[in-house]
Structures are given as structure tokens and as C-alpha cells.
DNA sequence: CGGGCGTTTGAATCAAATCAATTGGAGTGG
DNA sequence: CCACTCCAATTGATTTGATTCAAACGCCCG
């Protein structure tokens, strides 16, 4: 099994790329006959839910059933659909020809997930589960044909992709322009909105990635990433669950963006 | 770390969003069909010249001429068009409120701006042309009517997105795992390729930008970049034109990808 | 209980940033 | 035409933030 934990410190020696195994990507394929309405719905979470409801209702896609470290799809796979995550928690991951791996996107419940393959014709990324979910595969080519009849769906397309360009620059801005410990602030503050988003709670949450992983995806190694988060608990920004370091407690979200403001700003600004 | 020309802000005026798609679509009958063979690129700018044409035939865009360091459109302005590049070279800045400026992205001739305002209904982004240029704007509600009848524009906006995700994907793959000298030289490939696929030649290229916008869009600083250009330059990887360090040849372009790969492998896979 | 990971923390090192000085063009105006 | 300014670019010296190297700890699981 493909696990993330040698991201960062891998040797550059490019893996093999097996063909798409059926084993690897073995996940029930079922119908979906009901929602789960379990979720709470305040704010966008709404929109979501009622994206996911249209999207079953319209298309019926098949249902799979993950868990960490499955593979959604492959990069270099031929593109017949899009998947929606209907819950759990996905990273898509670029690898270069000459074994470089970056996290390049993670993904939560209602996002889209193969949307650059719709260009080429072949996924660009593999889209690997953090943990168990539920994946909606929806064909591509049904999608298109259903706009004339929902054209909903098609605002919901283009508002994901939208979303995702934006996203991903957000990304960049914040590895580009911020130091280490600011970087590592402001990705929890981004895991916690996505959380608050979706109707989730943003006090206690548990990350799904280990530090290798967040590193990577941060640009950055693992202990600096570690020192980010000690640091952080050290001036109570966060604290960390009694036992495991996988856990924690984010007592006041707006504390870690004042914190990456403070790392920001020169000193002679905070005078005033 | 900042671009030369400061941006002044536009106040953010938060725009209602527009439910188009289902007021323009209800009731068209949307065919899926294959990728046009003229849409497929040849290299030599074919599918740009094409889909450009199939805008200005079917939606008749608005054009504009632009001189470097217009704003094509400012972040916060009310998202109604979206903007192809006909001619010229633009680039894309997020600014945040903090005052920190990230350029997220190039672009040129067939390519798509202000994608990431369909989301929001708000454009998220400046859009500056670097460069003396031909800008089309092309109404979103217009384009949306027009898949009825032309579903190629869909498949050409539907190309362009994910086109746009996938090379921000790069771009962080770039920034996160290559050092300052592989991520310039990854970025002179960038430039030469961009070109090569519009039938321009690559061995003669001018730069549109200074080095600090350059350093701020790899995540260098100006001086950086200066020292890895002269290096490339030292050791024949590139070359500088007699006068003005803006313009530069490029002999190989796959010299600059063998440099990158040299600088990624450890020494101890060389040998072999 | 012991092995394997993931994590933490310290010390040393290094790559890139910062600071600083100089050069080189482009444009302006006497 | 030259002197002048302004800005971009280069290059060197120094500093620093993050990586690398290394050791130890904790937790989960067979």
C-alpha cells in the first residue's frame, strides 16, 4: 500500500507507475439510495448539502466507500469522471517524472476532485483518501448531458472550479509571502474554516496528515513544521489533546490570523 | 519581496450573485460531443487561433487595447466578463489585506482571465497587462446563452479552467520542491514553452518583467534571481543580448529541463 | 514486551535573504 | 551633446531562517 509517510525524505527514485490496479482502488461500488442528512447545515454548509442533494438526485453517481490511503484516482489515468466527496477527507498529490511529490490540494466534503483532467483527457494528480469517506463518481460526459435539463448543475461546475483556481492561489500567496511559522498558522486557520464551512466544529479538530505531510504540502520539512506547532501551543494559539499529537484544540480561530498578521507586519508598524 | 509599481486597492464592492445559468439554460439541449480535431494542439497555436475564433465569431467580444501596466480589471470589482488575451502578456496579482502582492499566474495569447470571479461574483484578483496587448472581454451571461447553440465554448471554458488548475498545480509543485536556481531555470522553461506552443520562437525571448516581479512569483527575492540568471548565463544554459539584460536566447530549451533535473538528483544517482 | 512509526528537540550547517555598493540604460532637459 | 536623474540589474559581504543531522521519546499494534 502507497502511504504518504515517505513524502518529504523520500529518495528521488521514481516509483514505479503500476498499472491502475482494481486492488488498489478496490472500494464497494453501491448505489445511493439516501443522503445521510446527519450533517449540520448552517451558512454554506447549506449550499453543499443542496449541491450533493441535486447531484444524487440527477445523476445517481456511484458510490464508493473509502478509507485512508485508498486510491480515487490515478495521475496518468484516463479521465471519464469527476469525483465528489461526499465525506472524509481527500489529498491530491502531483508526482514529477524524476520522483518529486507535492500535496497540491486538500479536499473535504463537497468538493470536486479530477477537475484537471477534464483538459487532457488523463488526470494530472492522484486523489488519495486521508480517511474513510464516501466518494461520488460522476461521469463527465453524463454531467455535460444533463445541463440542458438542470443547468443548476452547471453553476455548481463552474462555482467548483472557480473555487478551486482561488483556492490554490491562497495557497501560493501564503507559501510565497509568509515564513515558516506564520505558514503553518494559517493552514490550520484553513483547515478550521473548511471545517466551520461545512457545519463542522473548529475548536477540537484532528488532523488526518502527518507532519511529513503538512510539511510537504507547506513547503517545508517536518521538524519545522513540528517546531511551528510546539511553538504555537507554547503561546496557547493552540494546545494539543492529552495524549497524541494528532488532535487538538484551536481555542479562538482569530488568534491564528492575528498571529500570522503579527509575523507580517514589520515592528515599527506594530508601535502604532 | 514586492513588486516595483505598487497596486492601488479597489474598494471591495461585494456584488450579488447571479443565478444565470438557470434563467439562460432552461430547456437547450446541450449535445456532448468530441473534442473538435482543430482544438487539439499542434504546437503551433492551431487551437488557440481556432477557439479565438470561434469568440469572436459567435460572441463578438469587446476588445480593448492595452499598454503595459493597465489594469485589465481590479480584485473586488464586480465580476460580469471574463477576459481572453489576444495579444500581449498579462499578469495576475492577489494582493491581501495585509499589503503583502503575489503574482499567481502569467498569461497569454488564447488564454482565459478572471476565472476565479464566477465562484464569488467578484473578481479576486488584479489583472495587469505587462505588455502592449489585445484583450477581449466577453460577457458571462452571453457565453452561458452561447453553449446552446455552440457547445464548443463550452468545451473551450471547460478546457481553459482546468488548464488554469493544473498549471497553478506546477507552479507550487516548482516552488515547494526545487531550489532558487532549478525554479528560475524551471521558470525560463515555463516562459519558452508558453511561447512554443503559440508557434513563437523560443531561443529569442524578451522578459516583460523585472527580476523582483519575477523573484515574487517564484517565491525569490530580486537578487536571486539575478545570481541564478548569471549563473545560467556563465555556464551557457542561456545568454544575454548584447544590450538590455531583459531580453535573452535560449540555444536549448531542454538544456534548462537537464539543469533542473541535475539539480534535484543527489550527486549519488549521477554516477550511475 | 518489543518493534516500527511518527514526533519532538537540540546542534550544526547551508541556502537564500538582507544589507550595501556599484554599474548600466533610458529618459529628460539644459 | 552631455550632465543628470531614476530605476533596474549586478555583485559582494554578511546575516538569518530553515534544513539537515542526530538522538530520544511516545504511541500503537502485533
Not at 449540520?40 to 438526485?57: C, F, P, R
Request: glycine share 6%; hydrophobic share 45%; aromatic share 4%.
Amino acid at each position: 500500500m502507497l502511504t504518504a509517510q515517505t513524502l518529504q525524505n523520500s529518495s528521488p527514485v521514481p516509483a514505479p507507475r503500476l498499472p491502475i490496479a482494481e486492488a488498489v482502488l478496490a472500494g464497494a461500488t453501491v448505489r445511493v439510495e439516501r443522503l445521510p442528512e446527519a450533517l449540520v447545515d448552517d451558512g454554506h454548509g447549506q449550499a453543499i448539502a443542496s449541491t450533493l442533494k441535486l447531484l444524487h438526485d440527477v445523476l445517481q453517481p456511484t458510490r464508493r466507500l473509502v478509507r485512508a490511503g485508498d486510491l480515487l484516482y490515478r495521475a496518468g489515468e484516463r479521465f471519464d469522471c469527476l469525483h465528489v466527496l461526499n465525506s472524509g477527507m481527500v489529498k491530491v498529490v502531483k508526482s514529477t517524472a524524476d520522483g518529486r511529490e507535492q500535496v497540491v490540494a486538500l479536499k473535504f466534503r463537497g468538493d470536486w476532485l479530477g477537475l484537471d483532467g477534464i483538459a487532457h483527457g488523463v488526470y494530472g494528480c492522484d486523489g488519495m483518501a486521508m480517511d474513510t469517506g464516501e466518494v461520488w463518481a460522476v461521469r463527465y460526459d453524463h454531467l455535460m448531458t444533463s445541463f440542458a435539463q438542470h443547468p443548476a448543475l452547471l453553476t455548481a461546475l463552474h462555482g467548483a472550479m472557480s473555487m478551486e483556481i482561488s483556492r490554490e492561489r491562497e495557497s501560493l500567496v501564503s507559501i510565497c509571502t509568509l515564513p515558516a511559522d506564520a505558514r503553518v498558522a494559517d493552514f490550520l486557520r484553513f483547515i478550521a474554516e473548511s471545517m466551520s464551512v461545512r457545519g463542522m466544529r473548529t475548536d477540537q479538530i484532528t488532523l488526518r496528515m502527518t507532519r511529513a505531510e503538512i510539511g510537504n504540502y507547506l513547503g517545508l520539512t517536518l521538524e519545522s513544521v513540528s517546531r511551528a506547532l510546539s511553538r504555537r501551543a507554547r503561546d496557547n494559539i493552540i494546545a494539543f489533546a492529552e495524549k497524541g499529537r494528532r488532535e487538538l484544540r484551536i481555542p479562538d480561530v482569530r488568534a491564528l490570523s492575528a498571529f500570522v498578521q503579527r509575523c507580517v507586519m514589520p515592528e515599527s508598524v506594530i508601535l502604532q
